[in-house]
């Protein structure tokens, strides 16, 4: 007896189809530039959120539709690396990007696989984008409009041992 079951998706974006991936770049040119996908949920097709400049996120189900009551689909531990517009373009149309992760993705099944972030990369991520977070909110009405161009350079200053005023402050001198 053979069954019909769909093999659920290992994780990896190289592995997801390109015709997948050009409905993600869609909603990703509507609603912000960065995304990260779920790594559970049904099937070939995960779900995913779409991060804009200000840090909201737009969740997804795997039909590209909005996704309400998201929240427990989008916890840490449960996600991908945070992938730029540029990233998911690039691995659609076959080609290879280097992740957050310092893994290559390459598009195409068949291709070089890395491993998954540890907890505790993920733990410090999220320290670091909550921390990130608050400092903006309790300082939006000071800061320029366009700080969120600049939100990776602040994670990376951060990654690198400055607090959030530290790489807000280094942002405002190199950029306004």
Same mark, same amino acid.
């Given at each position: 007896?053979?069954? #019909? ?13 390109? !015709? ?9 040119? /509507? ?21 804009? $400049? ?16 998201? %929240? ?7 996600? #991908? !690396? ?9 691995? $659609? ?6 992740? /957050?992760?310092?893994?290559? $993705? ?19 991520? !999220? ?38 005023? %530290? /790489? ?9």
């Amino acid at each position: 007896m053979s069954t #019909t079951r769909s093999k659920r998706w290992n994780g990896h974006i190289e592995t997801l189809k390109a !015709d997948f991936l050009k409905e993600v770049i869609v909603q990703m040119n /509507a609603y912000g530039d960065r995304m990260q996908f779920a790594l559970s949920g049904p099937g070939q097709r995960p779900n995913y959120q779409v991060i804009n $400049a200000d840090g909201k996120k737009m969740p997804f189900d795997g039909n590209h539709h909005i996704l309400s009551g998201a %929240e427990e689909v989008f916890t840490p531990g449960n996600l #991908t !690396d945070v992938y730029t517009l540029e990233q998911v373009r690039t691995i $659609a149309n076959g080609g290879g990007v280097r992740t /957050a992760s310092g893994r290559v $993705a390459r598009g195409g099944a068949g291709t070089a696989r890395g491993t998954r972030n540890t907890a505790a990369v993920v733990q410090a991520k !999220d320290l670091i984008d909550t921390e990130k977070y608050n400092y903006f909110k309790n300082n939006r009405e000071t800061l320029p409009a366009t700080i969120g161009e600049h939100a990776m350079q602040i994670t990376e200053l951060m990654k690198d041992g400055k607090s959030a005023e %530290e /790489a807000f402050n280094e942002i405002l001198k190199l950029h306004y």
